[in-house]
């Protein structure tokens, strides 16, 4: 399965993914639902940010982040719900910018 969503990330080149080792923070850009879905960051993640999204909603994975402290969604202008994030127990803070259909 781990070869499935390598080889899909690879044929799409819509994303562009950097983890940020020393600010435990995940950036993902231009990823369509699909893609998203596939990744499996690490459970200790403190920061995620979401930029340029293509789909209209998020993956399931982001509810299960109980370690994170910042999230930010930016310019994911096709996305029309945000994820449940009020169970997050560590989340301290969220940065929403141009999210047109939310």
Known sequence: MAEA?????ATRLVCKLVSLLRNEVIQVWKL???VMEGLQPHPNLKGLKVEDFMGKKFSSWITMMTNLVKITFSNCNRCEVLPPL???PKLREIKIRKMENV
């Open 32 to 34: 369509d639902e699909d």
């Open 86 to 88: 009020g169970h997050l």
């Open 5 to 9: 969503i390598a080889a899909d990330l």
